[in-house]
């Protein structure tokens, strides 16, 4: 039962305008760092004021105007943890019933095609198109979801946030912009589909009543298997994210101890891990993930690419603040550590 209230091309529009505004909004956010990290004199004070947006922790300042606790970040993985949570449930139930199979590798033209994860399905076959789209969508958002969940986990149960570590109420926005944003660019391509889906889901409900709704049967092997058959890029991306998933973990432990074994206001110089070869090996290890997401499409996403350059100059901006931090601080600092990417950063 179709009870779209747009047509074809007012589809098209609204999808090419969401795409389209999560694009704009990933240049919007990147192209203020790039611009103040161009060492020009007349760029300074502009660099000062974002870095007080984005100063936090050891380099903010409890009485700085504008600013809120550290441990408001906690919001930050509820609200992407319940968000990307519906996306994935959401997209999962769309793809298991209006696209319930990934093309057959017999319907790829070639062999790179199917090593590659179907870039040249052959021409014509929109509705395996569709299918691949939506099944690579709850791929990736499977990938966010571990991500977020293990977020919320360490800000509850590793990280204890010292009472006087503030961050900026921008800068606050901001990540709560970015935890939204993020996951639905994941699925962008295919988001307004599955919000057309559920609208027609709901309407029809309404309509019909629970009575006349049909029971859903679900088979299991349908909700895994097409996730099988994706591309080996794929489970290439997937790995990549594995490795940079376990040393985010293990850097987050360290900087966790490290609260339990000292006073208050006392900082240490945190080792182990990467720790012995950047100074945020926690920032360079979150690259690491959202690059898995780039390798996992292929290259193919702009979006995904924009997200991932997001991520990139963002964290490096604040990593080259902390690694100058981290040399102030101490005067034994390891001078073999880069700030966040070995050997160029």
């Not at 709850?138 to 571990?146: N, R, S």
């Not at 990280?159 to 990540?175: E, K």
């Not at 019909?208 to 909700?223: A, D, R, T, Y």
């Not at 995904?304 to 100058?324: D, G, K, Q």
Request: proline share 4%; aromatic share 16%.
């Amino acid at each position: 039962m179709n009870l779209s209230f747009l047509s074809n091309d007012q589809h098209q529009i609204m999808k090419t305008l969401l795409v389209s505004l999560l694009r704009l909004s990933w240049i919007a956010a990147t192209l203020p760092i790039i611009i103040v990290s161009i060492p020009i004199p007349n760029l300074n004070f502009l660099r000062q004021i974002l870095l007080g947006f984005a100063k936090r922790g050891k380099t903010s300042s409890s009485s700085q105007k504008f600013t809120v606790p550290q441990r408001f970040f906690l919001h930050f993985y509820v609200v992407s943890s319940i968000w990307t949570t519906f996306l994935l449930v959401a997209t999962w139930i769309y793809a298991y019933r209006m696209a319930p199979l990934v093309a057959d590798p017999l319907s790829y033209s070639t062999l790179t095609g199917f090593l590659t994860g179907g870039l040249t399905i052959r021409h014509g076959s929109d509705k395996l198109r569709e299918g691949y789209v939506a099944w690579q969508a709850v791929f990736l958002l499977l990938l966010m979801e571990a991500q977020v969940l293990r977020r919320l986990f360490e800000t509850i149960h590793v990280f204890n946030y010292s009472p006087s570590a503030r961050m900026h109420i921008i800068g606050y926005l901001t990540g709560l912009f970015y935890y939204i944003g993020a996951p639905l660019s994941l699925c962008g391509d295919c988001a307004l589909e599955v919000f057309d889906f559920l609208l027609n889901l709901v309407t029809e409900f309404i309509v019909k009543g629970k009575n006349q709704m049909p029971v859903p049967e679900i088979e299991f092997s349908l909700l895994l298997n097409p996730l099988t058959r994706l591309g080996w890029k794929h489970w290439i991306g997937a790995a990549i994210f594995s490795w940079g998933w376990i040393h985010q973990y293990r850097c987050h432990k360290i900087l966790g101890s490290l609260r339990e074994s000292r006073q208050a206001d006392e900082y240490v110089i945190p080792r182990g891990d990467w720790f012995e070869i950047v100074s945020s090996p926690h920032y360079l290890s979150e690259i690491v993930i959202y690059a898995s997401f780039v390798v996992a499409t292929g290259g193919s996403n702009l979006t995904i690419w924009l997200l991932f350059a997001f991520v990139v100059a963002n964290l490096a901006f604040a990593a080259v603040e902390t690694h100058s931090w981290y040399r102030r601080k101490f005067e034994d600092y390891p001078s073999s550590r880069f700030a966040i990417i070995p050997f160029i950063l």
